[in-house]
């Protein structure tokens, strides 16, 4: 089994479980004023493997599905001893690090929670974006090269971060795009001549 399919399996597990128990989810939910004040950082991981209802949970497992084995197995491939356990720092790290932002914005407001996987699975599709720029991605059936919906996103999660009345984490979903990026050029260096090279021979017609 990858270990993608296996961070599907234990975020359905623990998603399920902390649909069914209430005090369970609050001990696992992102909560910046319990994190910074009772020092409880775990929540930073732990958020991500809850989820609000099954469509935020079926969004971001059905994403992590699709675009994780790709990320996982050019892991391995580039490096056979251990690229599966970077593939799980990978996961984990973006996880925390797409959290921070909101950490820093909230960390003082005890009415905000957050939670989902929403912010490793974008490190995930954008470390994806690096490797292949050109290949399509359908978004609501709508085809379109990777490197043209990443910058829309990035756009849009940027002007949406600004907006106080959205109930959505968009600065998770930002912060983890760039983490995507800046873990996949860390890692192998390399992909940016490659993402060039992909880029300079694309062609929209």
Not at 166 to 186: E, K, P, Q, R, S
Request: net charge positive; aromatic share 22%; charged share 10%.
């Amino acid at each position: 089994m990858t270990i993608t399919y296996l961070i599907i399996i234990i975020t359905a597990f623990v998603s399920y479980g902390a649909s069914q128990r209430q005090d369970l989810l609050q001990k696992l939910i992102m909560h910046p004023y319990t994190v910074y004040h009772s020092k409880q950082y775990y929540r930073l991981l732990t958020s991500g493997f809850i989820h609000n209802g099954l469509i935020h949970f079926v969004f971001n497992m059905l994403a992590l599905y699709f675009f994780g084995p790709y990320i996982e197995s050019i892991f391995k491939e580039l490096y056979p001893s251990y690229g599966w356990f970077l593939f799980i720092i990978f996961y984990l790290s973006a996880l925390a690090v797409s959290d921070l932002t909101t950490f820093n914005k909230q960390k003082n407001n005890p009415q905000y929670f957050s939670l989902g996987a929403s912010g490793a699975v974008s490190s995930i599709v954008f470390s994806w974006i690096m490797f292949f720029p050109t290949e399509t991605i359908y978004v609501y059936f709508i085809p379109m090269p990777g490197f043209i919906l990443g910058v829309l996103y990035l756009v849009y999660s940027y002007y949406q971060s600004k907006n106080p009345n959205t109930h959505i984490n968009h600065d998770a979903h930002l912060w983890g795009a760039v983490y995507g990026i800046l873990f996949t050029i860390v890692l192998y260096p390399a992909v940016i001549p490659r993402f060039i090279q992909q880029l300079s021979g694309f062609k929209i017609f």
